[in-house]
């Protein structure tokens, strides 16, 4: 407590010991207290004054004292005062912190209601902020009875607040899902740890024992709840669309430039090494994609391809998302357990992505899969041994962050055995046209459209953007325009304002230089819809469509490899 929050009686005289009892029945008239300092203190206080009457006023006080065994006072500074050595019998004498001069007295009571005053502003802030947090708090005692149940939780159990108050915690859940038991018997700390309370509700708990004296006294947990979020990745991964085509994995990536060829090439190569791949590259550029390419296109196409995004799911809920977890460990049913990605991934692929959100401890365990294809679910003592083909994804260094300590580095030597990196969009330029007329066909499919022509002013403004969202914004880009289209062409009303402000920045800074660009991209552009079109015609008889344009069959193949068409 702080020395202005502490009310004492400041009242008081001090005498001599020798001092006659006339002397001290007079200065208690005066003062509420009489102190009697030598080297013990002794303290009476006015309402005693009649106990002193009854002898000889001419008797030195001490003398007195002696007589009838008057107990001495115990003398405390503020800081002191709450220690369980204070002593109570009689009122206790305060001294300044040097322990100099007495500054006070405060009797056994005044201390008394000085305390439930103080526990009362406590419990106000504690109440207040249990009631402000998003989370489910409840506390307990040592015993396991409940002390305290906000708000929240009565929504996320619903259970009232004065249904479970008093009782034991584990009439309303079972003992062994209960982590606030665990706090009890261990007196350990836990942070962000997955746990089901029922079978309904998912949360992230911390929890920490309330000690005293260096013994549990009781235990508080705050619960968020996370089901909705548990809900929705089930149902992500229930809905993970295929993006590529069974039969030709690696043909449904489209790009003509050296680095995406490259990376296709490596990507071909290790689909049937059953050793993980590290895939890399700006967020949207195609990792999944070409994660999805090397499974279908190696030695475990027809085992599941499982997908799981470090990124998206809490730590405390990852491991058990990722490992399973043993019956009965986080719910009351023994009958109810859980197999992780892993094992749904059987004879399969995992793809992680964004690995580098992987907390450093499920790190650890996930580094130990991989070098020995075997795991144990969380909570549980049985082995289980499969045999998955890992593919994880990264939009940052690896490196930097093993630097950093970040990252678990015999883990990321595991990974980097094979790593591909997809270049972003904005480095590969020539592949825009292609990815568009892929999507053009795609979306109109989709939306039972007919396709547009695209008009080369859409086009010099799709090459000049700069793509910071990559292949994905560029699809969803097409998409946009082929779903709000009712023309038969797409101009640049169509593009979103950022891509025409880009465009026009683009224009005006340079515009010598954008007349060059659109000299030299123009034709080819007009060039590629015609083959296009001539091909269309002649549905697809290039040998048609050669003389429909008036060129040599081994020209119109050259120009269909130039632009990337099919």
Same mark, same amino acid.
């Given at each position: ?7 004492f ?13 006339m ?8 003062y ?20 002193v ?34 002593d109570?019998i ?6 300044n ?7 006070g ?7 008394i ?39 929240v ?10 249904n ?6 584990g ?30 509700t998912?949360?992230?708990?911390n929890?920490?024992?309330i ?41 449904s ?44 296109g ?20 990852l ?21 992780g990605?892993i ?44 045999q998955?083909?890992?593919i ?8 930097a ?9 015999n ?10 990196d ?25 939306? !039972?459209?007919?396709? =547009? %022509? &695209?008009?080369?002013?859409v /086009? ?8 910071? @969202? +990559? ?6 880009i097409?998409?946009r ?21 880009a465009?026009?920045v ?7 230089r954008?007349?060059?660009s659109? !000299?030299?991209?123009? =034709? %080819? &552009?007009?060039?590629?819809? /015609? ?6 015609k002649t549905? @697809? +008889?290039?040998?048609?469509?050669a003389?429909?344009?008036?060129i ?12 990337g068409?099919?």
């Amino acid at each position: 407590m702080q020395h202005e929050q502490i009310h004492f009686n400041s009242s008081f005289t001090l005498v001599e010991p020798l001092t006659p009892i006339m002397h001290i029945k007079n200065k208690l008239l005066e003062y509420d207290f009489v102190v009697v300092a030598g080297r013990t203190y002794y303290i009476i206080a006015n309402s005693e004054c009649n106990l002193v009457q009854l002898d000889d006023d001419s008797l030195p006080i001490i003398k007195w004292i002696e007589k009838v065994n008057w107990h001495s006072s115990f003398v405390s500074t503020i800081v002191e005062l709450s220690a369980s050595k204070t002593d109570w019998i009689r009122p206790v004498l305060i001294k300044n912190k040097e322990k100099e001069d007495i500054i006070g007295i405060i009797t056994a009571n005044q201390w008394i209601q000085q305390l439930d005053k103080e526990n009362k502003k406590l419990s106000a802030y504690f109440y207040t902020l249990a009631e402000t947090i998003n989370d489910a708090v409840t506390a307990v005692d040592q015993e396991g009875h409940v002390i305290y149940w906000n708000t929240v939780a009565e929504g996320t159990y619903k259970i009232q607040r004065e249904n479970i108050l008093g009782q034991k915690i584990g009439e309303h859940f079972h003992t062994d899902s209960i982590i606030l038991h665990r706090i009890l018997n261990e007196g350990r700390s836990v942070r962000g740890a997955y746990h089901r309370p029922n079978n309904d509700t998912h949360v992230l708990i911390n929890a920490s024992p309330i000690l005293k004296d260096n013994k549990i006294i009781g235990g508080i947990a705050t619960e968020r709840d996370i089901t909705g979020i548990v809900r929705l990745n089930e149902e992500l991964d229930s809905s993970l669309p295929l993006l590529i085509h069974h039969e030709k994995p690696f043909a449904s990536i489209i790009g003509v430039s050296s680095e995406i060829q490259q990376a296709l090439q490596i990507a071909q190569k290790v689909a049937y090494a059953d050793i993980p791949v590290l895939l890399t590259g700006e967020p949207g550029s195609g990792k999944e994609m070409l994660g999805q390419a090397i499974h279908y296109g190696g030695s475990k196409n027809t085992g599941p391809f499982v997908s799981i995004n470090c990124s998206t799911i809490p730590s405390g809920l990852l491991e058990a998302e990722l490992f399973g977890y043993h019956e009965g460990v986080f719910t009351s049913d023994k009958k109810i357990g859980q197999a992780g990605k892993i094992e749904q991934a059987s004879n399969g692929t995992l793809f992680v992505e964004e690995i580098d959100k992987m907390a450093l401890e499920i790190q650890e365990k996930f580094l130990n899969f991989l070098e020995h294809q075997s795991f144990y679910r969380v909570g549980g003592t049985e082995l289980i041994t499969t045999q998955v083909r890992v593919i994880a994804s990264t939009s940052r260094s690896l490196e930097a962050i093993v630097k950093e300590g970040k990252f678990n580095e015999n883990l990321y030597y595991q990974l980097t055995v094979i790593n591909i990196d997809i270049p972003p969009l904005h480095k590969r330029k020539e592949d825009i046209i292609k990815l568009v007329q892929q999507f053009v066909q795609e979306f109109s499919s989709k939306y !039972k459209k007919p396709i =547009p %022509k &695209i008009n080369s002013s859409v /086009m010099n403004a799709l090459m000049n953007y700069n793509w910071p @969202g +990559n292949v994905r914004e560029l699809r969803n880009i097409v998409e946009r325009f082929i779903l709000l289209n009712n023309e038969n062409s797409i101009t640049l009303n169509h593009l979103p304002k950022n891509i025409l402000d880009a465009y026009s920045v683009h224009h005006d800074d340079d515009q010598s230089r954008n007349e060059t660009s659109h !000299k030299e991209m123009g =034709p %080819k &552009i007009e060039e590629a819809e /015609m083959i296009e079109e001539a091909l269309r015609k002649t549905y @697809g +008889n290039k040998s048609a469509a050669a003389n429909l344009l008036g060129i040599s069959r081994g020209t119109l193949y050259n120009k269909i490899k130039e632009y990337g068409l099919s």
